[in-house]
């Protein structure tokens, strides 16, 4: 918006001219008064002439929000008022950045004390908080004296077993920089293989959402620095902590540092789906309060575009305010559906294994290694049985007839007569898609293509028949079995050992036919009959394998595909918890997600977290519902308790300390311009000298009054042009060489050219 960029060069012309140039006028002045008066000698004066001259310089460039503030009552104060008091202009501005700092941490901590301890709102974790309520009343003046000292030492004041009785903690840094720590994912690439085939590693929803926040740490690496400098999160200094907050993710974002031109920053990630308490603070700041029409005890209502009376004063008595209502970032849109839903009846069995076999036959048709396969002598060999007419697969504990469209009642099995009727036309539409016009590939009844798709359907089959433990009619067994093919854990049975001719045909035909007949299930249900045709099926499959990324959460391919901001990824989850066993298809789509940005008090966040230290560690509290992390709107104490680390928080990921950079801001670019660099100076240099070398051979191209010496052709000039028989001139002051030939020829450059390269080359 314009405004944003009129705020933008407003902030340049501060940080880099204004403060610059009053600092170093300072500076100036004040070396040459140091031969004239001496405060504590030579060396001290200049000693802390040169320490104040560095810290304001780089106050003004990293963090300027506050130093009009300082600037202008140190010209007033000590200019006008106690001009007799004043050292001179650069150590009196020094100081009163200091002593303003301090009076900013008294305010928050007293904005923090007395929203906590409002007796109209305040929150009864247990009995202990009524007794302290009214205890706490005598000792106020004390209080108000522990939040002075606290101030002046920097040291956090935690309310005590979460009650509004406060203590004073030790000193902290006052950014309350924590540990660089980077949460650990769990998935295939650090766990044992005994581990994935039994149970699902981290298989719970807070390891497995975990990604998602560290894809919104990646993006916010991309554009926070930017969205900061355009004003779109307000008022920050370092130190600052945010919470974004959504339906689905909430986040805790702390600015570790802020440079110039960099924001160094961590991001804690909380529950999709918290717990009681969490819910109702996200409730209360996810609710509006536009609708409120109170004034007092009446209903006066309000006027437009403004707060009613009783919303503006509840807002008041908050440790935290929304700064955006509508903050767009990069996001996956979750859907989730519940799997025993989709494959409760019969019927959507029947479809999901045929759309299993079908995927079979498509990636082995179309795999490079097809010929190889079909005329494998030894290969062919063991799959005898199968090119029989009169062959007859019995096993029931893999076959039914409720979910096999292939399956003879009469004979109780499947034949490959019973096969072909049902997919011969599929297998023959893959093999002429897949056919170049110098090789013919026979795909008839007969053929060795139709008895290898016969054979790896049957095997297929009886791999999930194996994993579902033969119990294909129970609804829990099957997804079971599903879930375990889609994971990788297949148990090949001594009937089915000739797959281990080539390990291909399990990894290339049969695992993505498994994760392909899920994704075809899921569209099945907007258009039912669209699939029945060949050319759509194959169409939609062929679509599918580059655009979609299919596979389970524990494979790192999963995670690669999440930070790489891929369009569209589909997962089969198992999540295990409280007891309930539950399986769900995952879908997520690339898009963009809007949060509201809450900026909270830190002193309310450093006193909160050094509380939960207190109570945990040294008090030794092991109560998972202790009063100290029960609800409380006024100062959000369940979601800034819980974003701490462990064993003081839960959070489901905290990021190491990522830095963000001013210049990879897209929009940003436009206004502020691009980085400096030596690529980028390399660049410029580079096009600069083609533009003129260009210029010169269209100038003599064009010019009348220059003489061509190559016959037509510039030194530039290209094609199949053929060279002239005329002599050249020896005349010429300016030696052009040939670009096919490596002796140079000399030649007249007229007026033109001349004054075109004056023009490039002379500023």
């Not at 689905?248 to 802020?258: G, M, R, S, T």
């Not at 919303?311 to 990069?330: G, K, N, P, S, V």
């Not at 900026?599 to 509290?621: H, P, S, T, Y």
Request: net charge neutral; aromatic share 12%.
């Amino acid at each position: 918006m314009w405004f944003e960029r009129l705020y933008v060069w407003l902030q340049c012309f501060e940080k880099y001219i204004l403060y610059p140039a009053i600092i170093l006028n300072a500076l100036t002045i004040d070396a040459f008064l140091i031969s004239n008066y001496r405060r504590l000698g030579t060396h001290w004066d200049i000693f802390l002439m040169i320490s104040a001259g560095m810290k304001l310089l780089r106050t003004s460039f990293c963090n300027p929000v506050h130093q009009f503030v300082n600037l202008t009552f140190t010209v007033i104060f000590f200019h006008f008022d106690y001009k007799d008091i004043s050292e001179s202009f650069l150590l009196d501005f020094f100081m009163v950045s200091i002593l303003f700092s301090k009076l900013r941490e008294l305010l928050q901590k007293l904005q923090f004390v007395m929203t906590y301890v409002a007796p109209w709102q305040m929150a009864w974790g247990s009995s202990f908080h009524v007794f302290a309520q009214l205890f706490a009343i005598p000792h106020s003046a004390l209080l108000f004296f522990q939040t002075f000292a606290t101030s002046v030492f920097s040291t956090p004041l935690s309310p005590f077993l979460g009650s509004v009785i406060f203590l004073t903690s030790y000193v902290r840094p006052v950014k309350f920089w924590e540990k660089n720590y980077n949460t650990r994912p769990v998935d295939n690439s650090n766990t044992r293989l005994a581990v994935q085939i039994e149970r699902d590693p981290g298989g719970d929803d807070n390891n497995l959402n975990s990604i998602f926040y560290e894809h919104l740490t990646r993006t916010l690496q991309e554009s926070l620095c930017g969205d900061l400098l355009l004003g779109r999160w307000g008022n920050y200094s370092a130190g600052d902590c945010f919470i974004l907050a959504s339906d689905d993710l909430n986040a805790f974002v702390h600015l570790i540092e802020i440079g110039n031109g960099l924001v160094t920053f961590q991001l804690r990630g909380l529950e999709f789906r918290g717990t009681y308490c969490q819910q109702r603070e996200v409730e209360a700041i996810l609710e509006g309060n536009e609708d409120d029409r109170g004034c007092c005890c009446c209903q006066a209502g309000h006027l437009p575009h403004l707060l009613s009376c009783n919303a503006a004063f509840h807002l008041r008595w908050l440790t935290w305010e929304i700064t955006r209502t509508q903050y767009i970032l990069e996001g996956y849109s979750i859907l989730d559906n519940n799997a025993a839903t989709m494959l409760q009846v019969f019927d959507l069995r029947r479809v999901l294994v045929r759309y299993y076999v079908q995927s079979i036959i498509y990636y082995m048709v179309t795999s490079p290694k097809l010929l190889s396969w079909i005329k494998n002598e030894s290969l062919l060999k063991s799959l005898q049985p199968f090119a029989k007419w009169h062959y007859i697969e019995r096993d029931l504990a893999m076959l039914n007839i409720n979910i096999d469209d292939d399956y003879v009642p009469c004979l109780q099995g499947i034949t490959r007569a019973s096969f072909c009727n049902v997919y011969l036309e599929w297998i023959q539409y893959c093999a002429r898609k897949r056919q170049e016009p110098s090789q013919t590939l026979d795909c008839d009844e007969d053929s060795a293509l139709v008895t290898l798709s016969f054979a790896l359907c049957i095997l297929g089959r009886r791999a999930l028949a194996a994993a579902a433990h033969n119990m294909a009619i129970s609804l829990d067994s099957f997804l079971y079995g599903l879930h375990a093919l889609f994971k990788g854990d297949f148990r090949i049975t001594a009937r089915d050992e000739w797959v281990f001719a080539d390990m291909d045909l399990l990894h290339k035909v049969v695992a993505p036919a498994v994760r392909m007949s899920l994704k075809l299930h899921q569209d099945q249900f907007t258009c039912p009959d669209e699939y029945e045709d060949p050319v759509v099926l194959y169409d939609a499959i062929q679509s599918f394998e580059g655009k979609v990324v299919i596979c389970h959460e524990g494979d790192p391919a999963w995670r690669g595909a999440v930070l790489s901001n891929r369009e569209e990824l589909l997962t089969l989850r198992h999540v295990v918890d409280e007891g309930v066993d539950e399986y769900k298809v995952l879908m997520l789509h690339r898009g963009f997600l809007s949060f509201k940005v809450i900026k909270v008090n830190k002193e309310c966040v450093r006193g909160l977290w050094a509380g939960q230290q207190q109570e945990l560690i040294f008090l030794r509290n092991r109560n998972p519902e202790r009063g100290s992390i029960q609800n409380n709107k006024q100062v959000l104490r369940n979601l800034i308790n819980s974003s701490c680390d462990q064993p003081l928080g839960y959070p489901m990921y905290v990021s190491p300390l990522t830095t963000s950079y001013l210049g990879t801001h897209r929009q940003l670019k436009d206004v502020w311009g691009r980085s400096v660099t030596l690529d980028g100076i390399r660049t410029w240099f580079r096009t600069k000298w083609l533009r003129v070398r260009k210029d010169c051979s269209a100038g003599q191209h064009g010019g009348g009054n220059i003489e061509d010496v190559d016959g037509g052709r510039g030194p530039s000039a290209g094609g199949n042009q053929e060279s002239s028989t005329e002599q050249p001139r020896t005349g010429g002051s300016q030696r052009w060489a040939s670009p096919r030939e490596g002796t140079p020829r000399t030649g007249g450059c007229g007026g033109a050219t001349r004054s075109l390269i004056k023009a490039h080359l002379v500023p």
